[in-house]
Nanobody, 115 residues
Framework: QVQLVESGGGLVQPGGSLRLSCAAS????????MDWYRQAPGQQRELVAT???????DYADSVKGRFTISRDNAKNTVYLQMNSLKPEDSAVYYC?????????WGQGTQVTVSS
């Protein structure tokens, strides 16, 4: 059974930081591209950051320079370090594991940036 479990969300003030984690089980983690997506109320789910098998990364323009995605294949975990958070970063954040045509999603973790 495949599971992706996100954690680390919460309420943070503007300018603050959070570190999200996504622990995977039931897959050969190192083979998968890992993504972080987010979805705010009334908006489409958007891709935030990607880390591929060899560790190369890519980011949405809106988070470049503030967010860092990383993976630990020994722990089957992908991380999203979020710094200099803004109110517009508030959303439910989801991790996705992708390999060829196969996609698995986590249940999401809420991030709220507010004073």
């Amino acid at each position: 059974q495949v599971q992706l479990v996100e954690s680390g969300g919460g309420l943070v003030q503007p300018g603050g930081s959070l570190r999200l984690s996504c622990a995977a089980s039931g897959i050969t983690f190192s083979m998968y591209t890992m993504d972080w997506y987010r979805q705010a109320p009334g908006q489409q789910r958007e891709l935030v950051a990607t880390v591929i098998r060899d560790g190369n990364t890519d980011y949405a323009d809106s988070v470049k320079g503030r967010f860092t995605i990383s993976r630990d294949n020994a722990k089957n975990t992908v991380y999203l370090q979020m710094n200099s958070l803004k109110p517009e970063d508030s959303a439910v954040y989801y991790c996705r594991a992708k390999w060829l045509h196969i996609n698995y999603w986590g249940q999401g973790t809420q991030v709220t940036v507010s004073s």
